[in-house]
């Protein structure tokens, strides 16, 4: 395991572990992947985000193996899938946003299919330790909850102990308790030393797991950073956000936006927000003009500025807006 570095995640060797250059992909009329360039290096989590149709399960795909880019490279630990499909298979895990498995198979038996296929890798019965499923061990798989299935997935992802895996969509469809308990999953291979490809459109889940984040929107990389790195690019540190009472007039978002603080406004849905960079002049400043055009409020909340906002600022809509 690599020590910590000076940048707040383990120290990167100079060579990346994966490296996509030019890469693209279409399907029919619609460009998936549109000319994507990325690195990703050894004990890094690298968390691939956007919308629902950004293209980030294609990138994935054509990472695995699964799928064949129109044009473009990808190099796996130096290797391209041609010619080196069977030893690149034994180097990476892949959890697929959907795993079928067979229902009639317990927890068990899934897991030493899944072993036999690799040359090395943890005992069956450590694996089951790792996703936490000790007791599900002799259960049938087709009685097991969505989150157990999850975990289930990723544990057969882990069979040949990869250096790289990749986990798409992981935690989609959980309920909240079993999306925490993959995060602490994720977390421990993070110390274990595995590099992590990870899609999500959860931005508090990628705020949460990953070193650095590429934001993605309709094939293309839009922003890439660390997540401070990126809430702090737009130059806005709180958001505020507030709805009126039935029966009041709107306000009028120029008159805010030119409020102490205040960087932007926007209205929708019938309430305002509004991007400050200093919290404790703006929320005052807000009081005292909704008092003065004698405005009622029906509810008032303030919060960090959250990758979420750094989509909306970059795409002028809302993540789940597709």
């Not at 019938?270 to 929320?283: D, I």
Request: hydrophobic share 40%.
């Amino acid at each position: 395991m690599m020590d910590p570095g000076p940048d707040g995640y383990r120290s990167r060797i100079s060579t990346p572990v994966l490296s996509i250059r030019g890469l693209r992909k279409s399907y029919k009329d619609v460009v998936a992947v549109a000319g994507l360039d990325i690195d990703a290096f050894r004990c890094e989590c690298l968390g691939v985000l956007g919308p629902n149709g950004a293209g980030k399960t294609t990138v994935i795909e054509i990472c695995e193996g699964l799928t064949k880019p129109d044009s473009g490279t990808v190099r796996i630990l130096g290797m391209e899938w041609t010619g080196n499909a069977h030893q690149l298979r034994h180097h990476i895990g892949v959890q697929l946003q959907d795993t079928h498995f067979s229902e009639k198979l317990t927890v068990q038996e899934t897991l030493r299919l899944f072993r036999s296929f690799y040359r090395q890798g943890p005992p069956v019965l450590d694996l089951i330790g790792m996703v936490q499923l000790e007791e599900k061990c002799r259960v049938r798989v087709g009685a097991l909850s969505g989150g157990q299935k999850q975990r289930l997935a990723i544990a057969c992802a882990l069979a040949g102990d990869p250096e790289i895996l990749f986990l798409d969509e992981p935690t989609a469809g959980l309920d909240p308790q079993a999306r925490r308990q993959l995060w602490d999953l994720v977390e421990r291979l993070k110390e274990e030393g595995v590099t992590i490809i990870l899609t999500t459109h959860y931005m508090d889940e990628a705020e949460r797991l990953c070193d650095r984040v590429a934001i993605m929107d309709h094939g293309r990389i839009i922003a890439l950073g660390t997540p401070h790195e990126l809430i702090a690019s737009m130059g806005v540190e709180h958001m505020i956000e507030f709805a009126l009472g039935d029966g009041s007039d709107q306000v009028d978002c120029i008159s805010l936006g030119g409020l102490d603080g205040v960087v932007s406004v926007e209205f929708e849905n019938s309430r305002y927000r509004m991007s400050v960079s200093e919290l404790h002049r703006s929320v005052p400043a807000l009081l005292a003009e909704l008092s003065r055009q004698r405005i009622q409020l029906t509810e008032l909340r303030t919060r960090s500025a959250t990758l979420e906002d750094v989509f909306v600022s970059l795409t002028g809509r809302n993540l789940r807006d597709d």
